[in-house]
């Protein structure tokens, strides 16, 4: 088992930052891919970012220019930095890992973070 434990959210300002972090702990392997999710309000589950082993990275439109994932490999622990934030922004923020478990690709999901972007 996997486990990912998300923080960091909270209320800010339009056009302001706020850092996520999300720590894994479990059964860790290789390869992975790992990322973030966002869920507003009545609408669906959307990718914000997602990150193979290797380091390639895929950021939503939405989100490019403005948003920065990184990796602390050696403590397992996940960032994204969140810059320019906009009130569309706001949501609920999960991390996610996939990786191989007992031959098939398994997904793992942080508990989510609440990110209100509001004057």
């Known amino acids: 088992q996997v486990q990912l434990v998300e923080s960091g959210g909270g209320l800010v300002q339009p056009g302001g930052s706020l850092k996520l972090s999300c720590a894994a702990s479990?059964?860790?392997?290789?390869?992975?891919?790992t990322g973030w999710f966002r869920q507003a309000p009545g609408k669906q589950r959307e990718l914000v970012v997602s990150i193979t082993y290797s380091g390639s990275a895929n950021y939503a439109d939405s989100v490019k220019g403005r948003f920065t994932l990184s990796r602390d490999n050696a403590n397992n622990t996940m960032y994204l930095q969140m810059n320019s934030l906009k009130p569309e922004d706001t949501a609920v923020y999960y991390c996610?890992?996939?990786?191989?478990?007992?031959?098939?690709?398994?997904?793992?999901w942080g508990q989510g973070t609440q990110v209100t972007v509001s004057s």
């Open positions: 996610y890992r996939r990786q191989i478990v007992r031959g098939s690709w398994t997904d793992y």
């Open positions: 479990g059964t860790i392997a290789n390869p992975y891919t």
